[in-house]
């Protein structure tokens, strides 16, 4: 006699994944569940979730790399298993990471001598480095002030207020004063004249951006450079520069190497830059150069010992994948200047295909330059019936995220939608994109207007008729101010810069 | 006519990458190359030049996990170009992380209603989680004492010295006194009843850690909680704990639920978690849980608009991978209580075949105890003739990287290897080092003895023939004397615990 086994009780294995029960119950999501579940399940469950994220490539929000050559991949996914700080089981790894620092040193000219080692450190993005830079600058000013006798419980830092976010946050852990030049409309990036002129004899630097976020304009350091050494004649303060070279670090040397901002200028003390944007790598590597010894506090650094010698390391993480150091260096040996200037030319080119296929809409005005960050900032020439926000929504329907931001102060009236230029971001996505901007414009001016339009009308409509039943349009203002109030809260909640 | 074609203007694609030129060139270790070169030969190149660093799995030093199942590496591998912080692009990888924060703070037994939401956050690893905490902590003190009008300007932190490099870190660069409590032999954990001595009016919170480095320990926080409970009752200072379960956080629910160390006890206030250590996940990944939202001061949360809800952030990095995050959900909801349950009692098993293997030997004695992290300290039980560190050199030539180390003041004298028992470190494995470890012994006995005997020999010899050839002697003794500071000096400077 055979003994059946019914199917609830045949083996957990032999059932595919999508006929077993894991796909019936709902995953955890305050508490671990008692118990394991088979990998497979695992594994379908949660990348049949994640199929609901944004498509990375078709995320032309970000800066950060989203593709890289299948060689890539594979010494990433090899060495995915390496703790990047273990220097002594990994010594190869560690010199992947001094090679790079020399590298990049060299790309932004930092005087170094024959066969001199630069100094440098991988972080995790330019977050870390701008805190690491931030501290050396911090700590050399309060030691100078220290030894002159002077009060150093003040510090600050003078920058423009189209800064990113990550020196709010360096700014308010480290405790130093933020003294923001405000920017105008037209102007959307830090104005060195202004800059020098907020210096004082607390501030611990001055931060300039190549390649701002908002519009991708190169600050003018070489400008800033001659006035603050004029003002440094005078005072006698030595106010160094920080360069912010998250984006446009690995695109001036390339596009642009007559460009004058790193250390060919004297102030330069220190510069950052963003492995994971345009240095190719995937998010999670950034880099931070000094000029020299000097530049780095002695008692900020850590000392371990390694193989025998000496490994200094200054770094907030400990911890942490070495794949993208090794990506990094798998790039700047891969292509060479030759490579990176291909790159950045085929952005710039596509950029230029984007920005004239807008123009050629008539319904934009383009507020990001030529030169800078391959990326187009644009804006409505008229926006009262519907605006960039809305814009924004719908292209999301054809698969596209296109951010909307409005300016900080003082231009905070002004909305623009910005397209980021990576590397693989082809021409025939441009062309499509211009495509699926018309088409969204076109179904816009087939809605009816937004809401402060409404509100507007009802004004005038109220204005006109003074005699107009009162209930109705008081109710219909209360309605119609709840609604403007909720709209603009969102505008500014998304004024936070990313 | 046929043109021949010389190899060297032949396709270059044809070449393999062995036959190819790229081979015989020096890969650039300052500067970048001019031209590009194929993604066959920087793959090649680089992948060999890895080839002589350590094998992760056979790194013994490290408590990061390793290994982890082929599915989660393509869990990883497909998300590897999403950036982290893009919320708004992706918000299933933003509420997958928002889950793993709540279910690690049930884990902890955190005071959460249902439904309630936990406070917490993902970090690169521990390093980043204790600075977000240690912030918290002085941000909250001094504010308390703004408010009682009394100066605020030298916070401490009361903790162990055997404390892992990453809180010296915290201390440096945020300013904040580091007041460690010292060890002593046979005691190599912080002393609670020493530690609630030093406890003063500017203590910002005592750090205790769960699962020490050195030796896997664990601390015994109950009592620290309930001597500190007192303490704080006369002096109402209201100094809270905060916990360092970088280690022990995965360990202790598992294997000793009844321990009473987390937020059970009412002064801990917030508790770090190593994702990348017996979280099971690759280097990269850790986490920060506090109590409750009074536990974090609202100024150092930075709000962003996310899908028209608020995503409040406190994390130091900004851009970084995703993959850690996903691939710490994956373990959890794979594994679940079950699964950790019994890896952990896999890794102690496997702990205690080696400890026995050990003390079968009868040269070691074993410093870890059994209850903690699953790890062997064991140190020599004659070290005179070798020492700990030759040991520990000569098994490299097997593949095994197994540390040694001196332990922290007042134990300096104390010298220990360590082999950390990870989830891929199996019975087998463990067999064969106790096997390879009598190989070094035998070996090392049949070598003359090192340096520091030979200098004491000498002097012995100095001692009993009053005269004797100065010169001889002393061109001897000043070599020696010369290689014994160097030993001792690379012996202090492997101090540095990680």
């Not at 009162?470 to 119609?480: A, P």
Request: negative net charge; glycine residues 6%; hydrophobic residues 40%.
């Amino acid at each position: 006699m055979v003994l059946s086994k019914t199917a609830s009780q045949s083996d957990v294995s032999v059932h595919s994944t999508f006929a077993s029960r894991y796909v019936r119950d709902s995953l955890p999501r305050f508490k671990m569940p008692e118990n394991s579940i088979p990998k497979e399940a695992a594994f379908q469950i949660i990348n049949d979730e994640l199929m609901l994220d944004g498509n990375p490539r078709l995320n032309l929000a970000s800066f950060v790399t989203t593709w890289m050559e299948p060689e890539c991949d594979k010494l990433i996914m090899d060495s995915i298993n390496k703790n990047y700080v273990d220097m002594d089981e990994y010594p190869v790894t560690t010199e992947l990471q001094n090679r790079c620092v020399n590298i990049i040193a060299h790309l932004f000219n930092a005087p170094l001598g024959d066969g001199e080692a630069a100094v440098g450190v991988g972080t995790v993005g330019s977050s870390e480095a701008i805190m690491l830079a931030g501290l050396a600058f911090k700590r050399k000013w309060q030691n100078k002030r220290k030894a002159e006798g002077k009060p150093y419980d003040k510090p600050n830092i003078v920058t423009g207020a189209n800064v990113q976010v990550c020196w709010e946050k360096f700014a308010r852990y480290f405790e130093v004063e933020l003294k923001e030049v405000k920017l105008r409309e037209g102007y959307y990036v830090m104005d060195p004249v202004k800059a020098v002129e907020m210096v004082d004899e607390n501030t611990i630097c001055v931060a300039a951006i190549l390649g701002s976020t908002l519009n991708g304009e190169f600050e003018d350091v070489n400008l800033l450079n001659d006035l603050l050494t004029e003002k440094n004649k005078e005072t006698g303060w030595d106010t160094p520069i920080h360069v912010d070279a998250a984006s446009g670090g690995f695109i001036a040397p390339f596009l642009y190497p007559e460009l004058e901002w790193d250390f060919r200028l004297p102030l330069v003390k220190s510069i950052n830059v963003s492995g994971h944007k345009y240095g190719l790598v995937y998010a999670g590597i950034g880099w931070v150069i000094w000029r020299s010894k000097e530049d780095l506090p002695e008692e900020l650094i850590f000392h371990i010992n390694y193989l025998g010698a000496d490994q200094p390391t200054f770094t907030l993480n400990f911890s942490k994948g070495s794949s993208q150091v090794i990506a990094q260096y798998y790039q700047l040996i891969r292509l060479g200047y030759e490579g990176y200037r291909n790159v950045m030319e085929n952005c710039h080119g596509n950029a230029m295909v984007l920005k004239e296929g807008l123009e050629k809409t008539g319904r934009f005005n383009i507020v990001s330059k030529d030169d800078g960050v391959p990326l187009v900032a644009f804006s409505l020439k008229d926006n009262k019936r519907h605006d960039e926000f809305e814009i924004s929504d719908m292209l999301r329907r054809f698969g596209w995220i296109v951010p909307a931001y409005t300016m900080p102060a003082d231009a905070q009236h002004i909305t623009v939608l910005r397209v980021v230029i990576r590397e693989d971001f082809s021409r025939t996505l441009a062309e499509r994109l211009v495509n699926d901007i018309e088409k969204v414009l076109h179904e816009l001016d087939t809605l009816p207007a937004k809401v402060t339009a409404k509100l507007a009308l009802a004004e005038e409509a109220e204005a006109q008729n003074s005699s107009v039943k009162k209930t109705d349009i008081e109710t219909q203002r209360e309605v119609m101010a709840y609604w403007k109030k909720y709209v603009s809260e969102r505008k500014s909640n998304k004024n936070k810069i990313c």
